[in-house]
């Protein structure tokens, strides 16, 4: 089994910074893509960056240049790194991971159970 928990979400004031973690852990072979997803109150969840297993990222537009997306393989986690951010910005939080599991070499999605980020404008 698979376990994909996120960290490091909170309140924080209109044009601040935070970053997110997000460990994966149990039987895994290998990690393909990894990425944050985010879900506000009566909105569907959108994707909101990721990042391949050879570090190529990827951004939703409306974070573009204020959000980095980066991950440790060695660690098997991905982090994201949030400035400038806006009372649009928020939402519960996700990481998915697709993980090659020890019995592969079938992929699958896991998703971590949300952290909170509150913007006070």
């Known amino acids: 089994q698979v376990q994909v928990v996120e960290s490091g979400g909170g309140l924080v004031q209109a044009g601040g910074s935070l970053r997110l973690s997000c460990a994966a852990s149990?039987?895994?072979?290998?990690?393909?893509?990894m990425g944050w997803y985010r879900q506000a109150p009566g909105k569907q969840r959108e994707r909101v960056a990721s990042?391949?297993?050879?570090?190529?990222?990827n951004y939703f537009d409306p974070v573009k240049g204020r959000f980095t997306i980066s991950r440790d393989n060695a660690k098997n986690t991905v982090y994201l790194q949030m400035n400038s951010l806006k009372p649009e910005d928020t939402a519960v939080y996700y990481c998915?991971?697709?993980?090659?599991?020890?019995?592969?070499?079938?992929?699958?999605?896991?998703w971590g159970q949300g952290t909170q980020v509150t913007v006070s404008s």
């Open positions: 149990g039987s895994i072979f290998s990690i393909n893509a």
């Open positions: 990042v391949t297993s050879d570090g190529t990222t």
């Open positions: 998915r991971c697709t993980v090659v599991t020890t019995t592969g070499p079938a992929q699958y999605l896991y």
